[in-house]
């Protein structure tokens, strides 16, 4: 029931639209990863992970538009990031963002297959053959290293994958480190590439809001539905929060939205009018008999 109800207030979301516009490319990003929430294994048994430690995992497809999640595939935690990336949706023409723990050449034939582009950070060890090598921009986005076309070479991957993938390598300064990415996308510029990689970091984010600003660490059950109805419940406080902090005129932080409502939880004021103006004192709101207010 709470993962339905999830689902129906995301599309009420989706349909009010956070469009960014920071890439000129048509289609439609989606950033890819888990994170796993660890969990006492005397207390949540059925949580398996290791020896002496539970998990459950979240396997989330977080649209860029937004910030919030097009799809939630919860398991324990021994499953693979890949393994639990099979079932999500996919939207023809879209991109999806990973790293590399989804570098599985039948997952992404699969993704080929129906339409889907990918930008993946590559493994170590991926074993290739250059076919041609693009040329490199002259004056800007010299952090761009590598733009090439290539096949890979090794008998497993190839016999999953047998297309031709593009490899673009970049430098990353912050880190002082190169980042490999392939991709099945062969239009658009190697900056765009990198970029878009670049923004995968908008869900680790998207974790650190939901386990730091609604305390999804703690439990209050140690049964299976109540794990999953406080996950799920926090997945829809944190929609609920973005809505606002997207409609508000005033520019919140959502850290600082959630502790000014924690604060005025039960102070009889209009919602809408005060997600404008915070600081004013405004007026108690007008009573509504027999009718509730309606944030959507």
Known sequence: M?????????????????????????????????????LCLSLFDWAKYKTHKGAVKLH????????????????????????GA??????????????????????????DSKGVFFVIRHKENLQFNRIKENELPKDNHQHILVDEMIELTGA??????????????????KNEQTIEII?????????????????????????????Q???????IGTSQNAV?????????????????????RY????????????LNLFVKIDLNTWLDKPFNDNPDPAPKIGTQGVLF
């Not at 999830?6 to 890439?23: A, D, I, R």
């Not at 991109?95 to 599985?104: M, P, Q, T």
């Not at 600003?213 to 439990?219: E, P, Q, R, T, V």
């Not at 999953?228 to 508000?248: E, F, G, P, R, S």
Request: no cysteine; glycine share 2%.
């Open 156 to 173: 497993a991957s190839k016999k999953k994958y047998s297309g031709k993938l593009r490899r673009v390598a970049v430098w990353d300064e």
């Open 213 to 219: 600003l609604l305390h999804i660490k703690s439990f």
């Open 251 to 262: 520019k919140w932080h959502l850290s600082n939205l959630v502790a000014f409502i924690r």
């Open 86 to 111: 099979y079932d999500i949706p996919l939207l023809k023409r879209s991109v999806i963002v990973a790293d590399r723990f989804y570098n599985d050449f039948h997952l992404l034939n699969v993704w």
């Open 183 to 211: 991709t099945n996308q062969t239009s658009w510029t190697a900056n765009t590439i990198s970029e878009l990689y670049k923004s995968r970091w908008q869900i680790e984010i998207f974790f650190r809001e939901i386990k």
């Open 2 to 38: 709470f993962k339905d109800y999830y689902e129906l207030l995301s599309s009420l979301v989706n349909q009010v639209g956070f469009k960014q516009f920071k890439f000129k490319i048509k289609s439609k990003i989606f950033l890819l990863d888990s994170s796993t929430i660890s």
């Open 228 to 248: 999953m109805i406080q996950i799920w419940t926090a997945l829809i406080t944190i929609l609920i929060l973005k809505y606002m902090k997207a409609k508000a």
């Open 60 to 83: 989330t497809l977080l649209d860029y538009d937004g910030n919030l999640p097009a799809y939630v595939n919860i398991t324990d935690g021994k499953t693979a990031d890949n393994k």
